[in-house]
């Protein structure tokens, strides 16, 4: 299995206006990620989930997005993903805990609670046979997408939420000319136009602290609870890698 992404969480005290901060995030932030940022010119009023500050890093495969509610930190790895897979979530410790400093000493906000999701895929001829055959033998036939969730609680602590289902891979016929305007728009396009070059299987692990949160509304995450939490989920990662 290959590891796809790795996504960041970090859920905190409303910040009604991130962006009259964005030039101490920038210089906080200079080493990681392309100058100047982005402001998301939506107003205040808009919801709180939407991002007001954007940034990526030179090679345009980190991205990170600030709400007035969340810090979004995304790593997306190539076609091919990580060959080390779960590995690379060393390499990122130390951006990781800069985040969470910059929550509580830049925005100067109470971080709740923390997350780290983990998308890894293996190539599989028939995904949805396998995932039918391994978790959800008396499905029926014909099925033409399969999605399996499920949430554990553990330690009294910690959610582990994973995600595991079929995915395909597809490419665009180059003969194919758009319509209108130079536009090929993929959601009305019939997928008799895209020819299949890979069937696989994801899985997405969700590891985070929440419970913990939702259990004691003072409950709040530290920079101990979030290397726990990121070693917890290399293992969870690597498990599954072995199936």
């Known amino acids: 299995m290959t590891l796809k992404n790795i996504m960041i969480n970090l859920f905190f005290e409303k910040e009604n206006a991130p962006r009259r901060r964005i030039d101490d995030i920038e210089r906080e932030l200079s080493d990681y990620f392309v100058c100047p940022f982005t402001i998301v010119t939506i107003p205040n009023e808009a919801p709180s989930t939407i991002p007001r500050i954007t ?86 036939e014909n099925i033409d997408e399969i999605n399996l969730r499920y949430a554990l609680v553990e330690g009294d602590k910690y959610y582990v939420n994973t995600l595991i289902n079929n995915a395909k891979e597809a490419e665009i016929d180059l003969a194919i000319k758009p319509d209108g305007n130079n536009e090929i728009n993929l959601e009305i396009l019939s997928t008799s136009k895209l020819k299949v070059i890979k069937h696989a299987i994801q899985a997405s692990i969700d590891v985070n602290d929440r419970y913990s949160f939702n259990l004691d509304e003072k409950y709040r995450t530290s920079e101990e609870e979030i290397l726990l939490i990121i070693k917890r989920q290399k293992k969870k990662s690597m498990n599954l890698r072995r199936r």
Do not use: W
């Not at 995304?74 to 979530?89: E, K, P, Q, R, V």
């Open 55 to 140: 940034a990526r890093n030179s090679l345009g495969n980190e991205m990170l997005n600030i709400s007035q509610i969340n810090l979004q930190y995304i790593i997306s790895f190539s076609d091919h993903g990580a060959t080390n897979a779960i590995d690379f979530i060393d390499n990122y410790y130390n951006v990781i805990l800069k985040l969470y400093n910059i929550v509580k000493n830049t925005l100067k906000k109470e971080t709740y609670y923390f997350g780290i999701t983990c998308t890894i895929e293996k190539e599989e001829i028939d995904p949805i046979k396998y995932i039918k055959d391994k978790h959800l033998r008396s499905l029926k």
